[in-house]
């Protein structure tokens, strides 16, 4: 012991650059390869296979894939539902913007005002989807209160009923989401060179002109992570279904997290093969977007140190 | 500045936005103020049918106090803070060690080595279930707060290595090469010049991993069950079939539950939209 501890030194002393970077490496990266790089390959591995969970796995082949694709109903109104999902989601970027532009002024109280705009994205996706289910709630409810006043009476109440559930659930995973994008397009217009406005200014560009040709080219990243968040909160949809309908009416506003879930631990039974292939899909159509977000954060990196 | 400022517009406008403003607030919280009110009505309203006229009475304590001496509440909103705050601490011990790696080594695999956590971070939690969940099992920590906090800290840590390596790449990098002439040693580096320089970049990680992980639902039910581990996320659901179709309790519990991380965004907001909005200006 006493003639190694020596060298050792000297060796990481001579190294010292190159080894430090993965010593302070090591325990996150294997923390994070143990709970979320190797579980991803795993789930592809048990797609393949019939399992309770439990007991042992039995080799199936692309079976589970093939129940899926081929004319599974749950699957498909799921896959539709999370389709509307990602469009409708993205109305909270317009809606951020809009409300950061009302808001982007410096009178008396407007933090606080900006402050409780923001606040719904605080509080969570649980607390938000009751909410919304009681101001939903047929009869008794204030949004079918208000729309009665109106003459419109949705049957069986805007959850009740399966044309309009999703709809619902979307509108209330809307209120935060449009929180998070005003507050990013806040900080973005705070960063708006007052220097190129005013020239444009000067040059009789004003209004919509100026929003469109001046001010949203410079909110680029501010776009940007608004799209990020808004693509992974839409396909992320769980809490709100779970808590607003539990999948129902007549299974009317599963997606394909939430249908995941149930196909693998629910009353329903444990069926983890199947399960595992619901989730491949989702990934699946995740992952266009994840190589999109990587190619584009890519871009950045190339430049110089 | 854009919009106009309002200070340059005619009076008449500038006077309807000042009542534009709290209108506005007013429609965009309505919800919550509905549910604020429902959690001081007398349960006799509900059967009454007076759901959003004025309370008939103030029952703020009773229905209060009900949440937290005749349920389950406080335990869950316990489990919570053993799960947030575990979480929160091992999130920042991983992840400024890895952001610092990544943030100011150069070294094959670097870039890499940082998409990995990046992408991780975006998967949907779903691919990831069944093995964590199995994985889990097999530690003996399914339904402990341990194999939550597990899972969080792990997970979590792709977001802050991403939030942490970028602070620690905007630092001055002079200052660490002339530690490096004058000789110090690498981890003295870390400890005492990069740490304290990242105080900002902790302060805003606390408080968002404190909001996501008090918030989060899905690991909720699918590593706990029961009041013994599971947090209050979870717990607002067996509450609300204790009192089902009371609206008033459900309504306190919900607040009850809502409100830590409300306190927290209230108490540290500089720092909480700092970190939300990082990378939204270049």
């Given at each position: 012991?006493?003639t ?14 190159a ?21 991803i ?8 296979h ?19 694709l081929?004319g ?8 539709w539902?999370?389709?509307?999902w990602l ?10 913007l809009?409300?950061s ?12 005002y ?12 649980v ?19 208000i729309?009665?006043?109106?003459g ?5 109440g ?9 709809y619902?659930?979307?509108?209330a ?11 990013l397009?806040l ?18 560009a ?10 949203i ?6 776009t ?18 779970a ?15 939430f ?8 009353e ?20 266009i977007?994840?190589?999109y ?13 | ?6 200070e340059k ?15 506005a607030l ?12 429902f959690?001081i009505?007398?349960?006799?309203d509900?059967v ?12 703020f ?20 803070v ?42 949907p ?38 939030f ?6 905007a ?6 090469e002339a ?5 110090v ?6 400890v ?9 970049a902790?302060?805003a ?6 909001t996501f992980?008090?918030?989060d ?13 599971q947090p209050?996320t ?6 609300n ?25 209230f108490a540290m ?11 939204a200006?270049?």
């Amino acid at each position: 012991m006493a003639t190694a501890t020596p060298t050792t030194r000297s060796w990481y002393k001579r190294n010292e650059i190159a080894v430090t970077p993965w010593l302070f490496l090591l325990p996150g990266v294997l923390f994070f390869a143990l709970y979320v790089i190797f579980p991803i390959f795993q789930s592809f591995w048990i797609s393949f296979h019939e399992w309770d969970g439990l007991g042992e796995k039995t080799w199936v082949g692309t079976a589970n894939y093939e129940r899926l694709l081929g004319g599974d109903r749950k699957f498909e109104t799921s896959f539709w539902n999370n389709i509307k999902w990602l469009i409708l989601y993205l109305l909270a970027i317009p809606m951020g913007l809009s409300i950061s532009l009302f808001l982007n002024q410096t009178v008396r109280g407007i933090r606080l005002y900006k402050s409780l705009f923001f606040f719904p994205f605080v509080i969570s996706q649980v607390v938000v989807g009751l909410v919304f289910s009681w101001f939903y709630l047929p009869n008794d409810g204030l949004f079918d209160v208000i729309t009665g006043l109106v003459g419109i009476d949705v049957r069986g109440g805007i959850l009740g009923n399966p044309n309009t559930a999703t709809y619902g659930i979307i509108a209330a995973g809307l209120w935060p989401q449009t929180a998070y994008c005003m507050i990013l397009y806040l900080t973005g217009l705070n960063a708006v060179d007052p220097e190129q406005v005013e020239a444009a200014r000067l040059d009789g560009a004003k209004g919509h002109k100026m929003l469109w040709y001046v001010i949203i080219p410079q909110l680029k990243p501010a776009t940007f992570i608004a799209f990020v968040v808004t693509i992974i909160g839409a396909l992320r949809s769980f809490d709100f279904i779970a808590v607003m309908t539990n999948g129902g009416p007549f299974g009317s506003t599963r997606v394909l997290s939430f249908y995941m879930f149930e196909e693998s631990l629910s009353e329903f039974g444990f069926r983890m093969g199947y399960g595992a292939a619901i989730a491949v899909v989702l990934f699946c159509l995740m992952l266009i977007f994840i190589t999109y977000f990587l190619w584009s954060m890519y871009q950045d990196e190339k430049g110089p140190r | 500045m854009f919009p106009k400022p309002i200070e340059k517009s005619s009076r008449s406008w500038q006077i309807t936005y000042q009542m534009l403003l709290p209108v506005a607030l007013i429609v965009w919280l309505l919800p919550l103020i509905a549910v604020a009110i429902f959690s001081i009505k007398p349960d006799a309203d509900f059967v009454n049918g007076n759901y959003w006229g004025l309370p008939s009475s103030f029952e703020f304590f009773t229905n209060y106090g009900k949440v937290f001496f005749e349920s389950d509440m406080p335990r869950y909103l316990w489990n919570s803070v053993l799960i947030t705050v575990p979480t929160v601490i091992g999130c920042i011990i991983l992840s400024s060690m890895t952001g610092f790696a990544l943030g100011v080594y150069k070294f094959r695999g670097n870039l890499l080595t940082f998409f990995m956590f990046i992408a991780g971070n975006f998967v949907p939690f779903q691919i990831l279930m069944v093995p964590v969940r199995d994985l889990t099992l097999s530690l003996n920590l399914y339904d402990t707060k341990l194999g939550l906090v597990l899972f969080h800290v792990a997970f979590q840590t792709g977001f802050c290595t991403l939030f942490m390596r970028n602070f620690i790449r905007a630092l001055p990098f002079p200052l660490i090469e002339a530690a490096r002439v004058e000789g110090v040693a690498e981890w003295r580096i870390f400890v005492f010049i990069v740490l304290p320089l990242m105080k900002p970049a902790l302060a805003a990680l606390s408080v968002l991993i404190f909001t996501f992980i008090w918030n989060d639902y899905f690991w909720a039910i699918v590593l706990t069950q029961g009041p013994d581990s599971q947090p209050v996320t979870a717990g607002i659901t067996s509450f609300n079939s204790q009192f089902r179709a009371a609206y008033h309790l459900m309504s306190a519990g919900s607040i009850v539950a809502a409100l830590p991380p409300v306190i927290m965004f209230f108490a540290m907001q500089k720092h909480f939209i700092a970190g939300l909005t990082l990378g939204a200006v270049k």
